[in-house]
């Protein structure tokens, strides 16, 4: 078995299955970690040789493993979440192997999934949405504040994940229907709508970015977000801008992940269908979106007092 052939083929599997390039690439680290494993383990990397035992073995190691997250916070043990994508990324791979006969059996399958942790995800009250939208100093006209403001307004007006953010070319914004063009996992598509503050700040940003990239070449002329190179913005730099502008508003653990929980359960507490918002998330399973539906102690005592008798 030649291991690089196999892997290229995985990969091109993996991409005319429609994963997303973010999927691909965890998948990548995800196998190249197994890999550097098993060489230390079998002193080898032949898949036909790992057992059931190996795997189990290694899936217990990341249990006791830290790994570096930066200088300041120092280092970090691998969430529950993080073994069990591990574990989904080595199902899928056992399965293509022996599926195409490149081992004779699939050792990997009987092994049970680790139970996640069931924590509520964080959000923002309407309040702190706002303080941290109002956050970068677009009164200076100062182009970076204003594509950041448009940034925060558009995560929190569509709920959609920051890889499809950074994904959005301006053909996927229709500011006559005020709506927006998602593709989300597995480049499935979707229609989400978008309020006038949202639509307002993008304006503000593309009528400033004409006089700082569009005046020059740029590297990506269709992306909405652009760095100050004319590049496509990354998702992990609109984590960094994020957490800039929340520490300036002083919120703690705020990620752009945070402004889309914040929305579905604005949305939710507010009287929205939860059909409707799991369309608007790009929800494949009702029983994802019904993680939102956690209401704020203020929200339970309300309804508690309109609802009993004897509150």
């Known amino acids: 078995m030649n291991l690089s052939e196999v892997l290229n083929r995985f990969f091109a599997y993996l991409k005319a299955k429609n994963a997303s390039n973010l999927t691909v690439k965890n998948y990548f680290i995800d196998i190249k970690q197994f890999l550097a494993f098993l060489k230390k383990e079998q002193g080898n990397t032949n898949l036909e ?5 190996v795997i189990r073995k290694f899936l ?3 249990t006791e493993t830290s790994y570096p997250v930066s200088r300041s916070a120092g280092r970090s043990r691998y969430k529950k979440t993080t073994i069990a ?3 989904s990324c080595l199902r899928t791979f056992y399965k293509f192997l022996n599926r195409n006969s490149y081992i004779p059996s699939n050792p990997i399958r009987f092994l049970r999934t680790p139970k996640r942790e069931s924590r509520l995800p964080s959000f923002l009250t309407p309040q702190e949405t706002i303080k941290l939208i109002e956050s970068p100093p677009v009164a200076a006209g100062i182009p ?3 594509r950041d403001k448009a940034i ?7 709920g959609m994940r920051v890889s499809e953010l950074t994904g959005m ?3 996927d914004v229709d500011v006559i229907s005020g709506t927006v063009k998602v593709f989300g996992k597995g480049r499935k598509e979707r229609i989400i709508p978008v309020g006038r503050p949202a ?3 993008l304006k503000k940003y593309l009528e400033s970015r004409r006089t700082t ?3 020059r070449r740029t590297t990506e002329k269709q992306a909405v977000f652009l760095n100050k190179y004319g590049g496509r913005l990354t998702s992990r730099s609109v984590e960094s801008i994020i957490l800039k502008y929340a520490r300036q508003a002083g919120l703690k653990n705020v990620t752009p992940h945070t402004l889309r929980h914040s929305f579905a359960t604005h949305l939710l507490g507010n009287g929205a269908d939860l059909k409707m918002v799991q369309e608007l998330l790009g929800h494949k399973s009702l029983s994802t979106t019904q993680i939102y539906t956690h209401m704020t102690p203020e929200h339970l005592k309300k309804v508690y007092a309109g609802a009993h008798p004897r509150a």
């Open 49 to 53: 040789e790992t057992t059931y035992a």
């Open 213 to 215: 990239h569009d005046a």
């Open 169 to 171: 070319d301006l053909k």
């Open 60 to 62: 217990a190691n990341l």
């Open 144 to 146: 970076s504040a204003l």
């Open 199 to 201: 639509l307002s700040a």
């Open 85 to 87: 994508r591990r574990l």
């Open 152 to 158: 925060m307004e558009f995560l929190y007006a569509t």
